[in-house]
């Protein structure tokens, strides 16, 4: 196992837990991972083994994800503000130099975002099994089947749904996330501890919870003003894609449109894979990734 490193960035209010390792000597290039709901930094372990010969490695815990910051106030998790959070602690751990920029689930939707606000401070960008969130929302108001993949995203704001998943120490989360995991050949009693400990955090659930009651409203109220940063905006950075054939949690028709939000795309598909690539079918992913940082997205 290759060590790794827990550390603590401090941003006004806020405190980032993330860790860290590989080449940390100033002169390697930086990979930042951020996971999705309802995971935390180690959805990404496997990545940071692979990479940290060549690069440096940092995985964060989102904001209300495991040890990060859990504010009680919405507007901490608007996904400007969000977006701004990627950018401080990568300033803080590479100062000017653009990175490399890794997102799954909502943490890709986010990436997406950050590489069309802040296409200047990123060499490449990586997405897992998520549209650009701006796509997203525009799917949420024209695509019938996207708004029915996506209810989850309402019915687990309050009530029932939101009590059975973080009643008992997120304890239904727990289950359900490792029992997904068993049936994967490499996942071992240490990789279920490590995910239980960190989604069995008291509160972690439901401040992830708060990405989506602070950045997806009602369909039916969604505005042009949602949209971050703009509701056709588009990154020039060089970008991949890695989508499961077997994911149902998007609508596969996005990638149809993709090119109109990420102007120098690559798309890779991965046939029987879910919506967790990374922790699916960690060989070819890593190799997959590894091939586009060093050749580009042609």
Known sequence: MTSFNERYFELGDIRLHYVEGGQLDGTAPLILFYHGFPSF??????QMEAFADDYHVVAVDGLGANLS???ADLEYYRIENLANQID???RHLAGDKKFYLVGH???GALAWAYAQQYSERLNKLVV??????NQLLSMLQTNETQRERSSYMYSMRDGDLNRSMTQNNNQRVCDNICRGLSKLPHFN???ERTFRQGLGVPG???????????NIPPVDAITDEDFWPGKHASTSVPSLLIWGDADLTFVSEFIDDLAGYAENLRVHHL?????SPMLEQPVEVNAVIRHFLATGAG
């Open 204 to 214: 972690a659930i439901d401040a992830g919870i708060n990405w989506y009651r602070a």
């Open 88 to 90: 401080e602690l990568a």
């Open 69 to 71: 910051s859990r504010p």
């Open 271 to 275: 046939p029987e894979v879910g919506h």
């Open 128 to 133: 897992l099994s998520a549209p650009p969130y």
């Open 105 to 107: 689930d909502w943490g």
């Open 41 to 46: 930094w180690y959805s990404f372990h496997l």
């Open 189 to 191: 009693e240490d990789m």
